[in-house]
Each structure stands twice: as C-alpha cells, then as structure tokens.
C-alpha cells in the first residue's frame, strides 16, 4: 500500500521512527507548527496539500491514480482545523482524537481516562518541547519583555494577564513520550514548567501503538475514521470525536 502522509512537524520524530519500519510506502508531508495558533489558515494550507498531492498524481480526472491508496492526515480535530478537508479522489484516514497527543498517548480511550481524571492536563511531549515556547518561565519572560518593548511597562501588565488567562483552565504538566525519543532534558524541561505555574506533575510513558497501526493500513478501529473520497470530516460532538459527511 502507497500512502501520502500530512502531519504536524511536532510528530516528526515519531512519524519518522514508525515509518522507518512501516510496512507500507509512505510520503511524508510535515506542516509548520505554528499554523495551530490559526485553525483556519491550517486548514487552508490542509487543504492545499490535499490538492497537491492529487494535482502531482497526474489529476484533475475521473480516473483514480492507483499509485496512491489514500491520505492520512495524522492530525486531531485540533480547534477544527480539519473540519471541512477533504479529497476528491482518495479515501482520507484521521484519527478519531482531539490533539495529536492520542497518537502519542496510544489510543483515544487512554487518552480519555486521563482526561477524566485530570480534565486540566497541559501535555509535554518531544515535539512540541523542541518546537514550540512551552508554558513555563522562559515563555512567560520572554512574552513580557516583547511587550515591554512594545508597549511600555503598565500596559505589558495588563496584556500578560490577558496572556495568561487560558493557562487557568490547567493545573497539571504531564510529559508523554515513547521509549525511544524520551530524553532527561525534556522531563526536566516539564518538570521546570510545573514548578513554575506551580501545577502538579505526572508522566506517562507513551505508545506507538494506535500510529503505527494507522501508517500499516490497519484501521478497521475504533480509533480511526476513514472518509470515502469527495466527503468532508466534522465534529461529531460526541465521543467519536469526528464523523465524515457528504
């Protein structure tokens, strides 16, 4: 099986060290990180690569490119970026998850059982440690002194207060990594964070499980949905997360 495969750059190392191994063939698309902070452009830009992929496949045509069997997009609802994707000519294969986190994680009901339990959990994975100003003291410095600059002392106040009002939903840091990319230096970067915002700290040992099954073409799953060709992925609004509709 050929499959094109469009992800966050924050599953790189994960999506690379399944892949090495899979027994499928796969094109790797990583997109920026950055794009989460604006679910609409990720979305376009989703899109985009969709259409992509099919234009270099020899398309626009009716005639369906075997070459290709589908498209998996290794992204969670993510702000409802994905709703609204879709492929004119190949089955597109999400999994059923809020966050890439799940594929970290495992599986959506591992996932869901911590959620349950510690429904205010800011994750810390390789990823998003390498790619991304993680909450913590470095970010929240950071932050304030580019609004000093800008804006002068009394209003920096201000906006970091703003700045910080979604970080009170959490109270807990939780580092999540599989066997082979965990590193000391990213528990200890989670660990700085949780002593900073003073949260509680817990970790959890990943598993490649629900990825690699999805990069094998196994996804007769709970977990996973495949859209049929020309229909879009929405929200669900229930705990499979996402549906797929014409």
Request: charged fraction near 30%; include cysteine.
């Amino acid at each position: 099986m050929k499959l094109h495969v469009i992800a966050c750059s924050v599953m790189t190392r994960e999506i690379s060290l399944v892949a090495a191994t899979c027994e499928n063939t796969l094109h790797l698309h990583f997109m920026e990180q950055e794009l989460h902070n604006q679910p609409d452009e990720l979305r376009k830009v989703l899109q985009a690569e969709i259409d992509s992929i099919e234009a270099a496949a020899g398309r626009p045509g009716a005639v369906r490119d075997e070459s290709a069997d589908a498209i998996v997009l290794a992204y969670g609802l993510c702000s409802n970026a994905i709703c609204g994707v879709r492929s004119r000519y190949y089955p597109v294969v999400a999994p059923r998850a809020h966050d890439c986190v799940t594929l970290i994680v495992g599986s959506r009901e591992r996932y869901q059982e911590y959620f349950d339990r510690h429904p205010g959990t800011y994750w810390y994975t390789p990823g998003w440690i390498e790619q991304t100003p993680i909450p913590g003291k470095e970010r929240v410095e950071r932050t304030r002194a580019q609004y000093v600059e800008r804006y002068g002392e009394e209003n920096a106040d201000y906006l970091m207060d703003m700045e910080q009002e979604w970080l009170r939903v959490y109270d807990r840091c939780a580092y999540v990594a599989w066997p082979e990319l965990h590193r000391d230096e990213y528990r200890s970067a989670t660990r700085d964070s949780a002593a900073y915002l003073e949260w509680e700290y817990d970790e959890m040992v990943g598993d490649d499980g629900l990825l690699r099954r999805i990069l094998n073409g196994e996804w007769d799953t709970v977990d996973v949905l495949v859209v049929p060709p020309g229909e879009t992925i929405e929200p669900s609004y229930d705990r499979s997360i996402i549906e797929s509709t014409d």
